[in-house]
């Protein structure tokens, strides 16, 4: 079992930055992909980032389109510890941000089925 905690979020203007973490308790936490996910309200939840770490992913990070060239994933395995970077932000990118984490065979997967463990969640606001 893996429990992931997201904190971070906020309230931010348009253009402004914000750094999320998601600290996960897991001894293993090298072995894990972790992604992040957003949901806005009445939408459906969709892929923002994610970072491989196993022998087979080779550290391999993906990225939404939609966020490519703002948003910087990154992992601490010392600290359990996944990081969402987001600079240059939009009233577009106001969601809930979702954590998630499974286990890393080599695909760092972009689709909400490919993690089995989840976070609570965190507020994201962007006012213009």
């Known amino acids: 079992q893996v429990q992931l905690v997201e904190s971070g979020g906020g309230l931010v203007q348009s253009g402004g930055s914000l750094r999320l973490s998601c600290a996960a308790s897991?001894?293993?936490?090298?072995?894990?992909?972790m992604g992040w996910f957003r949901q806005a309200p009445g939408k459906e939840r969709k892929f923002v980032a994610a970072i491989g770490w196993s022998s087979w992913s080779g550290g391999r990070t993906n990225y939404a389109d939609s966020v490519k060239g703002r948003f910087t994933i990154s992992r601490d395995n010392a600290k359990n510890t996944v990081y969402l970077q987001m600079n240059s932000l939009k009233p577009e990118d106001t969601a809930v941000y979702y954590c998630a984490s499974n286990w890393d065979n080599g695909r760092v997967g972009v689709n909400a089925p490919d993690y089995q463990y989840w976070g609570q969640g965190t507020q994201v606001t962007v006012f213009s």
């Open positions: 897991v001894r293993t936490f090298s072995s894990y992909a």
